[in-house]
């Protein structure tokens, strides 16, 4: 249906450590999924994201990865970094040339010094 | 080039007033998005015009409604407000030859409803 599931809703990491975040969806015409980022009072902000096309793309430390069989698509932060600490959306758009964007409903990423 | 902007950034009505917002797209940009923020429902989409016609609607009332104007900048009404508005209304900006689906927010506009 419409709604994007993200796992997990929070997570906490030790600086330097990996983080993952895992989103799924069903509807099989999405064909641009992108990741957000929010810090605390602040704007989202379009972090990466991948057209379905295209099974992987990395930009520095920061990787998002499609399975579109599976229908999910996973960020992957590495080596992460305490300015890394904020609220992670994933989206899918409807497909087509369609903007309408469905998010999820966020991860808390809190990376300790 | 000047990233998204929303005028007001904070505002205070009063439940049965309405409201008016406003957001200026990044210049080119051709398509504007609003989306309702809470901390219960997450970001929502209301609804996106693009060269002055809605193309997407979201399931929101027929209190919530929007325009958008030949310079691509975008109002959206919300008429009768209930407590159950109070949220972060974002609007984003979008439709580049180069970036075609890229959307990019505004600071949104904090609207409480008392």
């Known amino acids: 249906g419409e709604n994007v599931e993200q796992h997990p809703s929070t997570l906490s990491v030790q600086e330097g450590d990996s983080a993952v975040i895992k989103c799924t969806y069903s509807d099989s015409a999405s064909n641009y999924f992108p990741w957000y980022k929010q810090e605390l009072g602040k704007r989202p902000q379009l972090i990466i994201d991948?057209?379905?096309?295209?099974g992987e793309k990395k930009d520095q430390r920061i990787a998002v990865t499609l399975n579109k069989t599976a229908k999910h698509f996973s960020l992957h932060i590495t080596e992460t970094q305490p300015e890394d600490s904020a609220v992670y959306f994933c989206?899918?758009?409807?497909?087509?040339?369609?903007?309408?964007?469905?998010f999820g409903k966020g991860t808390l990423l809190t990376v300790n010094p | 080039k000047a990233g998204v902007t929303q005028t007001p950034r904070y505002l205070i009505k009063t439940r049965g007033q309405q409201v008016t917002l406003s957001c200026s797209p990044i210049s080119g940009h051709r398509s504007v998005s609003w989306y309702q923020q809470t901390p219960g429902q997450g970001l929502q989409f209301l609804f996106e015009y693009f060269s002055e016609t809605q193309r997407n609607k979201g399931n929101f009332p027929g209190r919530f409604s929007g325009r958008q104007f030949s310079n691509s900048r975008s109002e959206m009404n919300v008429s009768t407000l209930e407590l159950g508005d109070s949220a972060l209304y974002l609007c984003?900006?979008?439709?580049?030859?180069?970036?075609?689906?890229?959307?990019?927010f505004g600071p949104g506009t904090r609207l409480t409803v008392t």
């Open positions: 991948i057209r379905s096309n295209v």
């Open positions: 989206a899918r758009n409807s497909g087509g040339s369609n903007y309408k964007l469905t």
């Open positions: 984003a900006s979008s439709g580049t030859r180069e970036n075609l689906y890229e959307q990019y």
